[in-house]
Nanobody, 125 residues
Framework: QVQLVESGGGLVQAGGSLRLSCAAS????????MGWFRQAPGKEREFVAA????????YYAESVKGRFTISRDNAKITVYLQMNTLKGEDTAVYYC??????????????????WGQGTQVTVSS
């Protein structure tokens, strides 16, 4: 069973930056896309960003476009989320996810097959 392990969350002031990492436990697991979702208290899990593993095309939610950057390291089987100009509304638990299908709706959490345990990001104002 593939495990996704996130790291890099924490407490940051508004306007600051954080970088999240997500490492896969197996190098050979099938993956088409890897992405990040987040869930704030009392809210549904929402799409943040995704990257197509082959080719590196990226996709972003409108709320983070221009502030967040998703990237990957093929050799380390790791995906990153660089978060800049953080706002209070970015406070949430951030989850890494991996999908094995290609013709999927990237913004839907149920399209993803593997999930990390989540890492808390708190932005103070």
């Amino acid at each position: 069973q593939v495990q996704l392990v996130e790291s890099g969350g924490g407490l940051v002031q508004a306007g600051g930056s954080l970088r999240l990492s997500c490492a896969a436990s197996e190098r050979t697991f099938s993956r088409s896309y890897m992405g990040w979702f987040r869930q704030a208290p009392g809210k549904e899990r929402e799409f943040v960003a995704a990257i197509r593993w082959s080719g590196g095309r990226t996709y972003y939610a409108e709320s983070v476009k221009g502030r967040f950057t998703i990237s990957r390291d093929n050799a380390k089987i790791t995906v990153y989320l660089q978060m800049n100009t953080l706002k209070g509304e970015d406070t949430a638990v951030y989850y890494c996810a991996a999908a094995t299908g290609y013709y999927i709706d990237l913004t839907r959490a149920d399209e993803y097959d593997y999930w990390g345990q989540g890492t808390q990001v708190t932005v103070s104002s």
